[in-house]
């Protein structure tokens, strides 16, 4: 029998369970406290960032939306600055992309990995390769998080990551690595997919195209994490051919449903983790 | 027949043209310089460095030791920080490993990325795996420059690297990855290993011990490189079993002579690249 790997129902239980640390932390004087810097006018990431806003207070963590409609770089620069070095403040997001014209690296560069809890800076993809301390990047977060809910237990198994993007790919590669897991990493493009994707015991689908994965190119037993989000005619499908692959598979995750869900817990649950490293 | 992959030959080259470029960045008053940092007392590495600054003066590349015998991690950090403000320095190298009581990472965050050009901080890693401008570390820059000079058309195979260390395999792993370049990357105690290594059209062996990979885990035609360096008897083992897999490969790294002459060569390369982009 399959397993569904439900996203929802993990958020669900890992959000309850973060608001008894919250009040664990609350009860030390501890108010564990999120700033989301928005910059621009774009209508999508407006609406991100207020969810996001909206979730944390629903656990008692503290979200503050910083909204700069106009700004140089060095006015970002300068808020990023300013929230990295108040000591009430355990996390600091910035909402990607930034509007054309402001330096994204500088812009991040001055963020303290200590408060990048949506793992966005080099610095931090640089520990993640190194195994030190550090948020990883929300989507790879998301997709552990997810697994080590239903205890999968993927460490001795070799992963496949197919889809070589800077905020899933290849992070995600980078920290299996340096916990010593081994890992394919392959683009979507490459003429012989099939025999790779077929060598995953956990195969990890970040491609950005319906049903590009089929159920032949799924190891029988594998776990499949179904990382796509294709909007078509107002429905949404993942990169995996989900209903055939199910038949394959040893668990995989829905999409909607799936990883989706786990992006905002995970922020949430790194800036509880911020606070409690601070206290 | 096999290529041997010739490491001498190849960073005799590669000095050979750097003269010239060198000679060009002084014609236009540009003076290449590394700064080498030593500290403490540990035999090996104050060898390495004096042998590093000799090979730097034989291609016209200026080159200052700055060697503290005792330091506090503040000292190495100001130091670093002098140099790497310095405008007449190009590049800025720690030897690693610092000595017990001075903090590593401290000391590496405070070289600015456009010097690091042994590759050495997160900045670089973190680079590095966006694809973004950096020098990667010297053991990864080493292979690349050896197989670019004997052409070996790396960028369409199938990478396989064994040993995820934080200097070869897993930068590599970055490297490639950025470059959407597919790789395996396997630790090398896995109990499948063979299943992988033959996988591999470019091999790369970073284990440790002497001749762990043998004919049979060589895939027929594979490039194999041989990162090892095990001393028996004051006699030098590559990781690779040589005289058997030169029968199997269609390029090998020869131990010693294969990777270990490219490593100075590319420090040397990488700070003439980087006092041309600073001219």
Known sequence: MVVILDGREASAQLLGELKGRVEALKARGVVPSLALILVGEDEGSRRYVRMKARRCK?????????HLPEASTEEVVSLVERLG?????????????????????????????????????NETLGRLLRGERCYPPAGVGAILVLLERYDVGYEDKHWVVVGLSD???KPLAALLMSRGISVTCVAP?????????????????????????????VRPGAVVVDNGNN????????DVDFEAVRGVASAITPVPGGVGPMLIANLIKNTVEAAEASA
């Open 231 to 238: 909007y078509e005619e107002g429905k949404v499908y993942g």
């Open 85 to 121: 070095g108040d000591p009430s403040i355990h996390g600091v997001m910035v909402q990607l992309p930034l509007p054309e014209g402001v330096d994204e690296d500088r812009a991040l560069a001055a963020l303290p990995p200590e408060k990048d809890v949506d793992g966005l800076t």
């Open 58 to 66: 629903k656990v008692g963590v503290e979200a503050t939306i910083h």
């Open 167 to 169: 905020i899933v790919g």
């Open 189 to 217: 493009d490459h003429p012989r997919l099939g025999d790779y994707t077929r060598m995953g015991e956990v195969l990890v689908v970040d491609v950005g195209r319906k049903w590009a994965v089929t159920a032949e190119m």
